[in-house]
């Protein structure tokens, strides 16, 4: 089984500046990751797949990076509404196993 | 616009069953997988598994196999998730999320917004 790891698991950052979230993955998943917000009370919403993609709707202060075990999402400058807890996830098996990293919380410094 | 709207809260006691529907709206339901995860308490999502609604295979995580069972009604778009022998550990928000991919190896880009259910005696 993929084990996907993230780190770290708090990162405080303040409003406006750069926030770098990292995922690895226990083997090479491609380019097969996902990531995702979630907020409190909320169901999570995709942000990124393909590694780099933007879903539909998804600000441009989200970039996604990386390939085989290693990935990164940048969110530029930080607004209010992005402190949330973010997941990274792998969909690269068949017959398909999906798993998610153990989560980032993204908080106000 | 594509929803996916989940049954109400469950309140189960150990060693009962409970089912949580997903019904889908605006969108072609045999045409994308569907997946469910579930959340307990302040953790992490994990994944259960999948369902093609088109022809209604399934594949379940291992952790949950001879438990769960995933199963669709095309006339109603909508699929149905039933985890049995329930223990404590089952508490948890269960969300329904489609594949964004047809091969059904994708991310899952609409969500549900999540079903809890609680297991205590």
């Known amino acids: 089984e993929i084990v996907m790891t993230q780190s770290p698991a708090t990162l405080s950052v303040s409003p406006g500046e750069r926030a770098t979230l990292s995922c690895r993955a226990s083997?090479?998943?491609?380019?097969?990751l996902a990531w995702y917000q979630q907020k409190p009370g909320q169901a999570p919403r995709l942000l990124i797949y393909?590694?780099?993609t933007r879903a539909t709707g998804i600000p441009a202060r989200f970039s996604g990076s990386g390939s085989g075990t290693e990935f990164t999402l940048t969110i530029s400058s930080l607004q209010s509404e992005d402190f949330a807890v973010y997941y990274c996830?792998?969909?690269?098996?068949?017959?398909?196993?999906?798993?998610f990293g153990q989560g980032t919380k993204l908080e106000i410094k | 616009q594509v929803h996916l709207v989940q049954s109400g809260a469950e309140v189960k006691k150990p060693g009962a069953s409970v089912k949580v529907s997903c019904k889908a709206s605006?969108?072609?339901?045999?045409?994308?997988?569907m997946h469910w995860v579930r959340q307990a308490p302040g953790q992490g999502l994990e994944w259960m598994g999948i369902?093609?609604?088109?022809?209604?295979?399934?594949t379940y995580a291992q952790k949950f196999q001879g438990r769960v069972t995933m199963t669709r009604d095309t006339s109603t778009s909508t699929v149905y998730m039933e985890l049995s022998s329930l223990r404590s550990e089952d508490t948890a928000v269960y969300y329904c999320?489609?594949?964004?991919?047809?091969?059904?190896?994708?991310?899952?880009?609409?969500w549900g917004q999540g079903t809890m259910v609680t297991v205590s005696s």
């Open positions: 083997q090479s998943i491609s380019r097969n």
């Open positions: 999320a489609r594949d964004g991919s047809s091969s059904g190896v994708g991310a899952f880009d609409i």
């Open positions: 369902i093609n609604p088109s022809g209604g295979s399934t």
């Open positions: 393909g590694a780099s």
């Open positions: 996830q792998q969909y690269s098996n068949w017959p398909p196993v999906y798993t």
């Open positions: 605006g969108y072609t339901f045999i045409s994308y997988y």
